[in-house]
Structures are given as C-alpha cells and as structure tokens.
C-alpha cells in the first residue's frame, strides 16, 4: 500500500467522512490518490478559508473529523484564520499539506510558495494545531499518523499532516488505530462523588453546557443526566443549539445583561453552575453584570475537571459524565420546581410592513414551529444574535472566535455532512467575503437557503463605535446575482415578501436560494440592541 493510500485509509478509520480541498504541485500525488481512490469523496470549493469552514462545520455536524487538502504555503497559509478558529472553538480539523520534496528542499534554490523556510509552514501551524507531522520516513510514518490521528479526537482540535510530495507513493504498512489514552478511573470516581455531593447539596443548582458536549458525543448522556438531576440547562453563547433534540427542557442561552433577565437569573443567581464543555471565554460570560465567581462552579472541559479550588487532571468529559449517571438511577431524580421556559418571538404578521431585524427570527420560529427543527449555520454579525432568539434547533455557528466567512462554506459542509439542507444566516458584510461559494453548488449538487440580513453595512461595527463612517458598505443587491451563479434570488423590503419568498424557499429544491433581507442601515435585532447597551454600560463602568 502507498503512503497516500494508507493516510486515507487511516482518516476514514478515524471518522472522516470526507475532503474539502484546493490542490496545488505540491499535493498534486495525493489529490490523485483521493481521486482514484474514492476511500473519501472529494469537494473543492473556490478559495482555502472556505475549505477550512466547510470542514469544520461537517466535523460539528457528523461528529467524525473535518479534513481538508491543500497545497503548501499559498494554499495552507490561506487557512489560517479557519484552522485557528477551528482551534479556539474545539473542532477536530486534520489539515493535509503538501510540502516539497527531500530533494528539491535541498536544491541550493528558495522554492515557490516557500516563505522565510521549508518548515515555515509547519511552525506558523504549530501555533493554530494541537500536533503536526511531516511523513518524510515512511518507516515511522504509520505511528506518527495514528498519534496525531489520536490527538485530534482525543484533543478536539486541529492537526497539521504535511505530505512531501516524493513521498505519497512510497510504500507503507497500514496506519494502525491506538486505543483511547488510559486516565485514572479512581480519579473519575472521586470527582463524581465530589461533584454528586455538592450538587445535592445546592439550592438552586443549574446545568450549564457548551460546545464539548457536542464534541466528544456526549449530548444525549448530557440531556439524561439533566433529566435524572432535574436541573435546569442553559447553554453558552457558543453552545447554542446543543440539547435541542434530546428531550430536555432547555432555559435559553446565557447572555447575561443581553438575555432575557429571568434566563440570565438562573446562572447569575445560581449557588452552583454545573458546567460542562464550556469554554471560559469572553462571549459566553464576558457579558455579566457580575465578575463570576467560577470558584462557586463545577467545571469539566479540555479534560480537567474542577471543584472550587482543586483540579482533577486528564479526565475526558464522556467518563465523568458516564461516572454521574451511574451514581443516580433513572427513577431518582431529585423533583426540583423548574422554572418557566423562556418565550420566544413568533407569530409573524405577513403583512406589509418594512422588515425589521426582528423579525428574521420572528419568521423562523414560526417555521419551526410549524416544520419542527433544522440545521441552522449562522456567520459572524447580527444574524447570530437573531439565531439566539430561535427556537432550540441545531445551530453550528462562531460563537467564540467569531471570525465572519464561516456561513456560507459552513453552510456547504454541513449539507455534504449530514445530506439535509442547510439554513444559512449571514450578514451583507461576511457575505461580501466567502458568500461565493453559493457558485459551487450546482456542481456539488447542493441546495442550501441563504438569508442575507442585509443592513448595507457592518452594523455590528457602528452598533459599538455608532460615528465609523467605514461601516457603510451600500447596496450590493445580491439577489440579482443569485440566479447568475445557478440560484434563486429573492430580495424582500416587507413581512409579507419575506413570508412568500420564505414559502418558496423551502418548496424548491435542486438549486439554492438567497433571501436578501432588506433592513435600513442602524437596525438591529432586540438581542444585539440589548448586547451593545450592555457592553457599553459594562465598559462605562469599568472605566470609573
Ligand atoms: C474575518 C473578520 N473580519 C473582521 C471582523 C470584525 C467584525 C465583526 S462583526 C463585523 C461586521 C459584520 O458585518 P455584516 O454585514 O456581516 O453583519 P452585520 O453586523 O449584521 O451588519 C466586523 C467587521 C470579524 N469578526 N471577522
Ligand atoms: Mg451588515
């Protein structure tokens, strides 16, 4: 078997499902291998970052690994910013590189695409990957692969494989699968009886999770153990949309002073956050009105547990939580009052009024309503704040690292991912940046439905610096440019056009279609107006 070969062979093994890639000389060998191959199906799209965000999004969608194919520095280096987000936000990328040759490298002659070295390309991604590995010895190149294989599930974050491209057909024993890393069941135990003891003892204890639930495939254990605790469950900024179709009586997202003031209560108020999978960062709690106290909170995530001021290391989050479950039988459940769930906005009169931001969300509750969930892929800006106003349906958005550019690639990976049609939510701003790849569907085969809110500016920007005269970007009128790249277009001013262009959204399949929300510069969605003032007030007094 070739070195080629044996890697996808070893990536399948390992939960890939498929490729996104770019090629380029460098990886020419491999691209080859894939094509003919067929062990993984291959998607190109137009330009690397969307590469990174459409694997991504699979890897969330299916659970397995995103992979993506590029060649080396031009094509590599164009997906930083994707991998990195990828990195911050806990997502298993394996990112396959080419890099030259053992000859050329030393060839007395700087090489195209090279930069200050050969290995420039290596140490920029050692900053952005959890491991690397270049396959130059094909001898050791079968364990090197099944340890960053490994680090990659076992870490849920990127890793970097550089495939010299004098090495993809040399021949190779088949990559093996290294156990799960072992980790001290005793510690296991006695964190769970630590964390059992102090949530039986709290008065009002509430279940915070985030994205590593998804992660490590841990939601249905996670929503059951809710059940049994009776705890109420709120997830972070990021972990919106976890637990929506697993029968758990969710309480909304965290958003602190921009959520709803008895939502934000439960956690603010609460004497013990249980918090699992969650990423301590700005966006999920940044927003408090109230320096948290995170030594008050039960915390399990990157594979440390913590209790108040001690810390269990390297305990992996599926065997905590299957630790808890067996402490607390089904029936035993504690019967605790929950709270009342949150209202969501619906009901929207298709009439003909000016849209506003409001009412995106608005319109798709009642669809949700009326169709029940769907895959929902928000980009970076005031649509994913319009998506923490939906109704519990899968979301897979950049909540932390919240690049924009994510929606519409994110939105291609997670058809290609899960065979569903994707809702995409983007803002005019992202969609000027990777909204293009729409082009590709036709060739791939893919119909999703892009919602554009377009404000005609970075509304985001202006929401908190309200002078930037930089934020205006006009009216790019997209729809006209829809059906030019093998689409529908629909461009709506009022409830009643939305309402139709919607109806008509959904009953056409075979091509995608872009909805251009029209809302006048400075309108923004109840949840973002909330955010700003908040951030603001926050700010304002910190400054004092
Ligand atoms: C790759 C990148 N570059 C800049 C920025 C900084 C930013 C965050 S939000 C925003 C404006 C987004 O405008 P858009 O029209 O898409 O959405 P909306 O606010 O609803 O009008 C910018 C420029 C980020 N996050 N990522
Ligand atoms: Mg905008």
Not at 107 to 113: A, E, F, N, P, Y
Not at 322 to 339: D, H, K, M, Q, V
Not at 411 to 429: F, K, M
Request: charged share 20%; proline share 6%; hydrophobic share 45%.
């Amino acid at each position: 078997m070739t070195l080629g070969l044996a890697l996808l062979r070893a990536l399948k093994n390992h939960g890939a499902q498929e490729i996104f890639g770019i090629p380029g000389d460098f990886i020419l060998p491999l691209f080859k291998q894939i094509e003919e191959s067929r062990i993984l199906p291959l998607h190109t799209l137009s330009h690397e970052p969307a590469l990174g965000f459409a694997a991504d999004a699979a890897a969330r969608m299916h659970c397995g690994l995103g992979v993506m194919a590029v060649t080396y520095g031009a094509g590599a280096l164009n997906v930083v910013n994707a991998v990195a987000s990828a990195y911050a936000e806990c997502s298993p990328l394996v990112i396959l590189a080419g890099c030259p040759g053992e000859v050329e490298a030393h060839s007395g002659l700087v090489l195209h695409h090279q930069v200050r070295s050969i290995d420039s390309q290596l140490r920029i991604f050692s900053e952005i990957t959890c491991d690397q590995v270049r396959l130059s010895n094909a001898d050791t190149a079968p364990e090197d692969i099944a340890r960053v294989l490994r680090n990659c599930r076992e870490y849920s974050q990127p890793v970097l494989i550089e495939i010299p491209r004098d090495m993809t057909l040399q021949p190779m024993r088949e990559v093996p699968v290294l156990p799960p890393r072992s980790f001290n069941a005793e510690a296991v135990a006695e964190a769970a009886d630590e964390w059992l003891a102090r949530i039986h003892a709290a008065k009002n204890p509430v279940m915070v999770v985030d994205v590593e639930v998804r992660r490590f495939g841990v939601e249905a254990r996670v929503a059951e153990l809710a059940r049994r605790l009776q705890l109420p469950v709120l997830t972070t900024f990021m972990g919106r949309g976890l637990l929506a179709e697993d029968g758990v009586d969710l309480h909304g997202t965290y958003l602190g002073v921009a959520g709803a003031p008895e939502t934000t209560a439960l956690l603010d108020d609460s004497d013990l956050p249980v918090m699992l999978g969650a990423i301590l960062s700005d966006s999920n709690f940044g927003v408090s009105a109230q320096r948290m106290d995170f030594r008050r909170a039960l915390i399990a995530a990157h594979r440390e547990v913590r209790v108040g001021h001690h810390m269990y290391h390297d305990i992996p989050l599926a065997a905590l939580v299957e630790a808890l479950l067996e402490r607390i039988p089904p029936a035993s459940g504690a019967r605790r009052t929950l709270p009342p769930q949150p209202e969501y906005p619906r009901g929207l009169v298709a009439d003909d009024t000016p849209l506003c931001a409001g009412d995106l969300s608005r319109a798709l509750n009642d669809r949700i309503l009326a169709h029940g969930p769907m895959n929902i892929v928000s980009d970076m800006g005031d649509c994913l704040f319009a998506a923490m106003e939906l109704l519990p349906t899968p979301l897979v958005a950049p909540g932390y690292y919240a690049t924009m550019g994510f929606g519409v690639p994110a939105g291609i990976g997670a058809q290609v991912a899960t065979g569903e049609r994707s809702l995409v939510l983007v803002g005019d701003g992202a969609f000027q940046m990777t909204g293009w790849e729409l082009g590709n569907c036709p060739r791939l085969g893919l119909d999703p439905i892009v919602i554009v809110l377009n404000n005609q500016s970075w509304e985001m920007i202006r929401a908190f610096q309200t002078e930037s005269q930089c934020a205006a970007l006009g009216d790019w009128r997209f729809a006209d440019m829809a059906n030019v790249l093998g689409g529908r277009g629909h461009r709506v001013t009022t409830r009643k056009e939305f309402k139709t262009a919607l109806d008509a959204a959904f009953a056409e399949r075979g091509r995608f279609q872009l909805v251009e929300f029209m809302v006048p510069p400075g309108d923004s969605t109840p949840t973002l107006q909330r955010f700003s003032e908040g951030i603001r007030a926050l700010r304002a007094r910190a400054a004092v």
